[in-house]
C-alpha cells in the first residue's frame, strides 16, 4: 500500500488516502487545500467524494456544486452530483444533473444507469425500462450499469442476460477490488428472483467477504453488558423528563425501531398512508443529538454521559428534535421516524418525548438475519457481512429490548410518563392485513382510512433497502424465506439459539 504521506501532491496524497479506506483523514486534508485555493475544482470534486463516503452528503452536494461552478463542462461532476442528490432522495435534482451530465457525455451508460435508477426509487419502472431498453441487446460492460439493469432485468424478462453481463464485468475487475462486491451482491439477488438459491448464497457469500468489513461480537455483547449497567432501573427513574413540550407536539413522533429488514419500511409506508400522517424515514436528527451529548463526530453511539442531561438539556434536546420534524409536514399530526437503531436509543427517547409512540417490529430471525446478509449496506453496518454475526447482533439487540421492556415497566408503576410500545410482527401483518392495519393505525393514535390498505399507491419518497416492495400490494413471499437456504444456516441457527422470538419457524 503506498504510503499516504509519501507524495509532495495534497490531490495525490487525498487519493492515496481514499484507496487506503482513510476518508476522514481525505476529508481533513481536502478542506485544507479548498481553504488555501478556493478556484481548485478537483479538489472540491475529491473532498465531495470523501465526504459522501463518510455519510456527509449535505456537505457533499455543496462541495460538488462548488466545484461545477468552477468547471461547469466537466461531466464526472454532474454525474456524482446526479448520485448524491439521488442518496439525499433530491430526486429533481437527482434527475437535473444526470441530464446535464448526458448532454455533455450522450453515450456515458454511468449517466444513462443512474437516472434509471432514480426512476426505479421513484416507483416509475416504466420509464426505468425505457431508458435501458435500446442498450440492453448490446449493452455496456460497465459496472453501474450492469446493476441497475440487474436490478430491473425481472421486469423486462431479461434475468439470464443480466447474470451473464455481471458474472463477465466481475470476472474483468481485479482481485480484491472491493467494486466487485456490488456486483455479488446484484447477481445474488438475481439469482435469489429465478430460484438458484445455492448460486445465490455463493454470491452473497462472496460479496460481503470481499468487503472485508470486521465485527468483534464478544466486543460488541461487553458494550452492551456495559450500556445495560449505565441505564439501571434506579438511574432511569430518577432521570429528567421534558415537561414543557407544546401541547400540538406532545404526540407528534412516532418511532420505529427494530432489526434493520424487520418490516419497519412497510409500517411506517402504511401508517404514510393516512392523510394525516407523514413519513420522514430513517432521520439521523435523534443520533446527531446523542453524538453532541457524547462528543461522538460520526456513528451510531449509545448515550452514556448519563450526568449531562441536565433538565435544561433535556428540554432543548426535545424542542430542537420536534421543531426539525415538524418542518419537514406542518399539517401532519404524526411524523414517523423509522431508524431502526433508534432502538438503542429508547432511553433517550423516553426522556425528550414521554408522549410519544413507539412501533417496535419484529420478524422471523432466520429470515430477518439473511436479509440483512443478502443486503449491500457498504461498510454501515458492520454485523451484517457475515451470517453469524447477524445472529450474534440479533440477539443483543433482543437483550437491549428487553432491558427497556423492564426500565419502561418500572417509570409506568412510578407514575413517571412513558412512551406507549406497540410490537408489529411482520407475519401477522402480511397474514391478516385489515385487522392488524387497523391496530397499527390505532396505536399511533389516528382515526381509521381505508388508504391504510391501499399503502402501495401512496406515492412517497422512500430511500431504503425496501424502496420497491412498499410499491407494491401486500405479499407473503419473504415469509420463510430461509427454507431456501436451509443447507446454510446451522451457524446462524446456533448463533440464534435462545432467541426469544419465533415468527415462521
Not at 438475481?190 to 460479496?207: C, E, I, L, S
Not at 439487540?397 to 407514575?415: I, K, N, P, V
Request: net charge negative.
Amino acid at each position: 500500500m503506498a504510503n499516504p504521506h509519501a507524495s509532495s501532491d495534497p490531490l495525490e496524497t487525498a487519493l492515496q488516502l481514499m484507496h487506503a479506506q482513510r476518508f476522514d483523514d481525505a476529508v481533513t486534508l481536502l478542506t485544507k487545500v479548498v481553504q488555501k485555493n478556493r478556484s481548485h475544482d478537483q479538489a472540491y470534486f475529491y473532498l465531495a467524494a470523501a465526504e459522501a463516503q463518510v455519510a456527509q452528503l449535505g456537505p457533499a452536494r455543496n462541495h460538488l456544486r462548488e466545484a461545477i461552478k468552477l468547471s461547469p463542462r466537466q461531466a464526472e461532476y454532474h454525474q456524482e452530483l446526479g448520485v448524491v442528490c439521488q442518496l439525499l432522495g433530491r430526486y429533481d435534482e437527482s434527475h437535473a444533473a444526470f441530464d446535464e451530465a448526458l448532454k455533455l457525455a450522450p453515450r456515458n451508460p454511468a449517466s444513462l444507469a443512474s437516472k434509471a435508477s432514480v426512476y426505479r426509487l421513484q416507483g416509475r419502472y416504466d420509464d426505468a425500462v425505457a431508458l435501458l431498453e435500446p442498450w440492453v441487446d448490446d449493452p455496456p460492460a460497465d459496472r453501474r450499469f450492469a446493476i441497475v439493469f440487474g436490478s430491473l432485468a425481472h421486469r423486462m424478462g431479461r434475468e439470464q442476460q443480466a447474470i451473464d453481463l455481471l458474472e463477465s464485468i466481475e470476472s474483468e475487475l481485479a482481485e480484491g477490488d472491493r467494486s466487485k462486491a456490488s456486483i455479488a451482491f446484484q447477481l445474488g439477488a438475481v439469482r435469489d428472483r429465478v430460484g438458484d438459491y445455492d448460486a445465490a448464497f455463493a454470491d452473497f457469500t462472496r460479496a460481503n467477504k470481499l468487503y472485508g468489513v470486521q465485527f468483534d461480537p464478544e466486543s460488541f455483547s461487553a458494550r452492551v453488558d456495559e450500556f445495560i449497567e449505565c441505564w439501571s432501573i434506579d438511574r432511569f427513574l430518577e432521570l429528567p423528563r421534558a415537561k414543557s413540550t407544546r401541547a400540538s407536539q406532545k404526540e407528534l413522533a412516532v418511532f420505529i425501531v427494530g432489526m434493520p429488514r424487520s418490516g419497519t419500511s412497510l409500517a411506517e409506508q402504511i401508517i404514510a398512508s393516512h392523510p394525516e400522517a407523514h413519513g420522514a424515514g430513517e432521520l439521523d436528527n435523534l443520533n446527531g443529538l446523542v453524538q453532541e451529548v457524547e462528543g461522538a463526530p460520526y456513528g451510531f453511539v449509545p448515550l452514556m454521559s448519563l450526568n449531562a442531561l441536565t433538565p435544561q438539556r433535556v428540554e432543548k434536546m426535545s424542542r430542537t428534535y420536534l421543531s426539525a420534524i415538524s418542518k419537514l409536514e406542518r399539517r401532519a399530526k404524526r411524523i414517523t421516524d423509522k431508524m431502526p437503531q433508534n432502538f438503542i436509543h429508547l432511553g433517550a427517547i423516553a426522556l425528550l418525548f414521554p408522549d410519544a409512540r413507539i412501533l417496535h417490529t419484529r420478524r422471523d430471525p432466520l429470515d430477518t438475519c439473511l436479509s440483512c446478509f443478502f443486503q449491500d449496506f457498504s461498510t454501515r453496518l458492520t454485523f451484517t457481512f457475515d451470517l453469524e454475526h447477524c445472529g450474534h447482533y440479533y440477539r443483543q439487540y433482543e437483550r437491549l429490548m428487553s432491558h427497556w421492556a423492564t426500565l419502561f415497566d418500572a417509570a409506568r408503576e412510578a407514575g413517571i410518563p412513558t412512551p406507549e410500545v406497540t410490537e408489529v410482527v411482520y407475519e401477522d401483518l402480511t397474514s391478516d392485513q385489515e385487522v392488524q392495519t387497523r391496530r397499527l393505525i390505532d396505536a399511533v393514535g389516528l382515526e381509521w382510512n381505508d388508504q391504510c390498505l391501499r399503502f402501495h399507491e401512496t406515492e412517497r419518497l422512500t430511500r431504503t433497502a425496501s424502496t420497491e416492495q412498499v410499491r407494491q400490494p401486500m405479499y407473503r413471499t419473504s415469509v420463510a424465506r430461509h427454507k431456501h437456504y436451509e443447507k446454510h444456516l446451522d451457524g446462524l441457527r446456533a448463533a440464534l439459539r435462545g432467541s426469544g422470538f419465533r415468527g415462521s419457524g
